[in-house]
């Protein structure tokens, strides 16, 4: 069982935007640091984005520095990945993560409880 939750994906045509939203099944994050990695049609799965429990610190992937941001809804109890000027390369799924590791981190290992996934699809 997922023990967190995804959710905002969908079609959108390039250019366009998306906003996806993660929660935690049942508890609170606590102090866990975030993540959204994403697994693209026939690729392995590879780290998006990251962000310190405290909101201090973020970490992105070269590949979508400048259009992605990550955040947190401390009032919602979620976690946020905007993402603007999407491109059909963006295609995959995408999963959010949680990890107990002291630094930020772009290894998919270092994360001990993840989500399902939610889809987005760039259309060109």
């Known amino acids: 069982q997922a023990q967190l939750v995804e959710s905002g994906g969908g079609l959108v045509q390039a250019g366009g935007s998306l906003r996806l939203s993660c929660a935690p099944s049942?508890?609170?994050?606590?102090?866990?640091?975030m993540g959204w990695f994403r697994r693209g049609p026939g690729q392995e799965r590879v780290f998006v984005a990251a962000?310190?429990?405290?909101?201090?610190?973020?970490y992105y992937a070269d590949t979508v520095k400048g259009r992605f941001t990550i955040s947190w809804d401390n009032a919602k109890n979620l976690v946020y990945l905007q993402m603007n000027n999407l491109k059909p390369e963006d295609t995959a799924v995408y999963y959010c993560?949680?990890?107990?590791?002291?630094?930020?981190?772009?290894?998919?290992?270092?994360?001990?409880?993840w989500g399902q996934g939610t889809q987005v699809t760039v259309s060109s």
């Open positions: 962000l310190r429990w405290t909101g201090s610190e973020t």
């Open positions: 993560a949680a990890s107990k590791r002291v630094g930020l981190t772009a290894e998919s290992g270092d994360y001990e409880k």
């Open positions: 049942g508890r609170t994050f606590g102090s866990y640091n």
